[in-house]
């Protein structure tokens, strides 16, 4: 799916000192994994910010190698400004050896590259400007230092500065202080977590510092909710998330001139349809097949969208582009809408000031209480990819924005069904019939499976999930034309498994083996295995998950022993599996649902807790085994 990547550009500090806009889901993905080779010894930001909303701010970077492969990293340094909104000097820079000595950066060893291009659905930035330094003599136990000063002549958005770091936990931060200053009547927002925070008035001006550090830790599985436990802090000179909502729905719609040719095309998309749900559903199939997903952003343009007519002729854009193209088509049918500013990473954290944690922006249409991502061209309207749902956002009504949540699935919209018939020879030789059935989010899932399936080579995607699952044989797959208008998909797959067992004389098999690392069984929807010291939340998507199976073993064989049934229900997780056998014939059903968390869509480690014992439980029994021996 394409998504708009960021609403606007900052200097990252470090590689793991850096903004949400640019993280990933969770924020800290590899922890740990860069502490042994090198570590931040000092950072200083000091900012001062003026009554006319312009502001000066210098950051220092100490860093440290530990290692020959750390001496590589730390020898080279990239921060990037965008010089319609602000200005930037490097300061000093030099390598510090381990006996002292300075070996200062030479500007010829000060590059700066103009424009930054992208391919795909990655976000160019044409205006924006980098500074890259390369160090010189560096090993292992050496020092490099940089000092930059960044000027901001004017803000993304009227009146609004801002900043917003965390202290991942992919290395050491030995120190990190900040000095922040602003005038004492500007509503300016602070707001810290783990660092300590002392505050100060003198001569008309407010001043923070914050002081503190960070360790390294290990990764956690899916982990979520992030800065629940890290180290950060922001400010914004705008009062509130909801202030934050109305400048930007402001930007966006002063953009939306309903033009002849905008007037035009909503009634040609429109015509002959009287709901309002109707000619949204009209709107948003034009979109989705007439626009491509493009970021390229000038000036201003992390947050504020292109002007129509350039959107209309070029027939792409990003997200705000979408959102302003389909709010303009709604508006000339009559049909109020507004954006909506969200975060698609792993949480549902609510940032406590209106720092720039959103990267993402959809529509909402009051009169239908619906949400839709005009990007995501392969989600049917109506419904949102899982990366939109169970989140707080920031919606820009007509009348101020508000504080709201995207809806969260239920099991029934995130929903796989098997059914399985296995046959094995005394040869160890097996024979699989599958039949898929997926709904909701599932669906979507296995529609872009199926998508990636060249014409005439179903065989060789079988092979392709057969390799996943360590396995070697043949088969085909069938399946009916993927229709995005709906998040319904099937799929059936017969297949041929030479040498399935390595000893089909006495042999253990499950009754329902798994052939793909899709997830389309029980095991793959359960999650990992819980640590008691977790710290993080972790992702926890409601499913449904149903298999039903049959296990034909050799006419000749004695069946040993079969799994025993299993019922669980409790905190959410609901499990139930039978098991019976005729002969040599067993049957069997499974069914495991998740139900939403108190969030939607993670868990808390209370929660977490709670569901340990029920997910251990399905989890031994989805891996329990039928053992029979030959005479």
Partial sequence: MNYCQKLQPFVQITAVLCTLLASNPSPAQGFGRLASQFQITQIVHHEDIAADYTSKSTVMLERQALSDQGAVVVGKYNVSFNPDLESMEIVEAYTEKVDGQKIPVLPHQINEQKGFLAPGTQTSWPGMNTFQITFAQVQNGDKTRVLYRKSTRRPALPQWLNHFDYLGNAIDILSYKVQLSAPIEMPLELSSQGLKQQVSIENGRKHWLL?????????????????????????????????????????????????????????????????????????????????????????????????????????????????????????????????????????????????????????????????????????????????????????????????????????????????????????????????????????????????????????????????????????????????????????????????????????????????????????????????????????????????????????DAQVLSIPKDTVQNQSGITYRSSYSHEGTSIVGQRHFERAPSASGHICTVAELEKRRDALEAVRKDVRSTVLFKLP
């Fill in 211 to 555: 002081e503190g550090s960070s360790s390294s830790t290990s990764d956690e599985p899916q982990m979520a909710n992030g800065l629940k436990r890290l180290p950060y802090w922001m400010y914004s000179t705008l009062p509130s998330r909801l202030a934050l909502g109305d400048a930007f729905t402001q930007a966006t719609r002063q953009k939306m001139v309903i033009t002849p040719d905008i007037q035009t095309l909503a009634n040609q998309i429109t015509k002959g349809l009287n709901q309002d749900f109707d000619k949204a559903q009209a709107i948003a199939r034009w979109i989705a097949k007439e626009m491509r997903y493009v970021a390229i952003f000038v000036g201003a343009g992390g947050f504020i969208p292109n002007d129509l007519p350039h959107i209309l002729k070029n027939r792409y854009g990003d997200c705000k582009d979408h959102t302003l193209l389909m709010m303009s088509l709604l508006k000339a049918v009559n049909i109020d809408s507004a954006p909506a500013l969200i975060n698609t990473a792993n949480a549902d954290w609510v940032p406590p000031v209106a720092a720039a944690v959103y990267n993402h922006v959809l529509v909402y249409i009051p009169s239908l209480q619906l949400f839709y991502d005009p990007t995501a061209s392969q989600i049917p309207f109506g419904r949102l990819p899982w990366s939109d749902s169970a989140k707080p956002v920031v919606v820009g009504l007509s009348n101020g924005s508000q504080d709201m949540h995207t809806p969260a699935f239920d099991a029934k919209d995130n929903r796989v069904q098997i059914r399985s018939i296995w046959r094995l020879d005394a040869q160890g030789h097996a024979q699989a019939d599958l039949k898929v059935d997926t709904w909701g989010e599932a669906a979507t899932t296995m529609q872009n499976q199926l998508s990636q399936i060249p014409a005439g080579l179903s065989g060789a995607a079988v092979q392709h999930f057969l390799r996943q699952a360590g396995l070697k044989g043949k088969g085909f797959v069938q399946y009916p034309p993927v229709q995005r208008q709906t998040q319904e998909q099937s799929f059936s797959t017969q297949i041929e498994l030479p040498h399935f067992l390595a000893t089909p004389e006495a042999a253990s098999v499950n009754p329902h083996p798994m052939i793909s690392s899709l997830p389309m069984y029980v095991l793959n929807n359960i999650g990992p295995q819980l640590d008691k010291d977790r710290r993080f939340d972790m992702l926890c998507t409601p499913i449904s998950v149903e298999e039903s199976f049959e296990l034909h073993l050799p006419k």
